[in-house]
């Protein structure tokens, strides 16, 4: 596997209006991670190793092999998405949370990191063909729905 | 097999490899003699691209006889689908979730 080129992330940043005590429950009990994000396996404990599971997607299992990096309650939460096996495109991204109290409720922050860029210079050597690329590309998407 | 999309652009950049991987596309299998015949270009140097082609996972191949025939893999194109974009439009609608979540517990 490659480790080269620019790595991309993904940032939200929400004001909500409940304490971080409260949000903290909703990110690390398996119970209230199922109601909004996903069936899990999840333990706030650095080095578990849990699943994620969705409905499968063409080139995607629908499974995410996760593992707890960083539990600081109720400021930072850390695990990384996925360990290459999942996907067509062997995705390993990092996902953390920061939670801070303002205003009476929390600024949440979600971060994933790691998206791997198509690099720049292949882009460009491309040309003309990639017009052609994403036709076929929409046919594959037209072929498995 | 796991194919970095870097992989696949550099095996689509070339724009033989990307005629070769239409025409497969477009007219379903085709034996190497057949591929040469149209391409203005050598046996070997074809052999060649198919070879960069089935290692990007772009193509497959299959022995008959004593001719070697290619596919196409049109699916070894969806890692170039973009994970940020289905990430984005994923996290947008997890975290209105969340704060649904939020609003129904007690404390």
């Known amino acids: ?145 | 097999m796991h194919v970095q999309p870097d992989h696949l652009f550099a095996a689509l950049a070339d724009p033989t490899r990307r005629s070769i991987f239409e025409r497969l596309s477009r007219d379903g299998e085709q034996p190497v003699r057949a591929l040469t015949a149209g391409a203005g270009v050598s046996q070997p140097a074809i052999s060649k691209h198919l070879n960069v082609l089935k290692q990007a996972g772009l193509v497959r191949d299959r022995r008959a006889g004593r001719e070697t025939h290619y596919s196409a893999n049109p699916k070894a194109l969806q890692p170039l689908v973009d994970w940020l974009s289905f990430y984005a439009a994923f996290w947008s609608q997890r975290l209105d979730e969340l704060e649904d979540l939020l609003d129904r517990m007690d404390q």
């Open chain 1, 1 to 145: 596997m490659s480790d080269s080129g620019p790595r991309r992330s993904l940032v939200f940043e929400r004001q909500m209006k409940h304490p971080p005590e409260k949000v903290w429950r909703a990110l690390t009990e398996s119970y209230l991670i199922a109601e909004w994000l996903m069936e899990n396996d999840f333990v706030p404990k650095v080095g578990h190793r849990f699943t994620m599971r969705a409905v499968p997607l063409p080139g995607w299992s629908g499974i995410v092999n996760c593992e707890v990096l960083a539990v600081e309650p109720p400021h930072r939460l850390s695990y990384r998405w996925g360990d290459g096996t999942e996907s067509d495109s062997g995705l390993v991204t990092v996902v953390t949370w920061t939670l801070t109290a303002r205003d009476g409720g929390t600024l949440v922050r979600m971060e994933q990191s790691g998206f791997r860029a198509p690099d720049e210079l292949a882009f460009k050597r491309m040309g003309k063909g990639w017009p052609r690329v994403l036709e076929l590309l929409d046919n594959v998407a037209a072929r498995t729905n």
